[in-house]
């Protein structure tokens, strides 16, 4: 199994930045790519960007390209997520999630079915 841990959650005013962290312990080598996704009330869990463990690969969904960046420390077995320039409209509960599928990061990690391991969530508030 694979054990997810986010960090990093608080509260902002509209235009900050956040740093997420999500964890992973256990057996992360079964795991190929690190997902980050959004739920705020009332909604649908949503992707936001995804990093694989290995090489430069990553994908974004567009509501957040160009103000967030996804990264990486192998070596802490870490995933980052930076978040510039926050809007209201970014406040949710973020989860990070571990998957194991090798074809490209587009073809298939915007979906929540194609995880195996999730977070608890940290919950990111940004105030108008």
Known sequence: QVQLVES???????????RL???ASG???????IGWFRQAPGKEREFVAAIR??????????SVKGRFTISR???KNTVYLQMNS?????AAVYFCAAGSRITPLKVWSSRTNEYDYWGQG???TVSS
């Open 73 to 75: 420390d192998n070596a």
């Open 8 to 18: 990093g959650g608080g509260l902002v005013q509209a235009g900050g930045s956040l």
């Open 86 to 90: 926050l809007k209201p409209e970014d």
């Open 122 to 124: 940290t919950q990111v």
């Open 53 to 62: 463990w290995s090489g430069s690969s990553t994908y974004y969904a567009d």
């Open 21 to 23: 962290s999500c964890a």
């Open 27 to 33: 057996r992360t080598f079964s795991s190929s790519a």
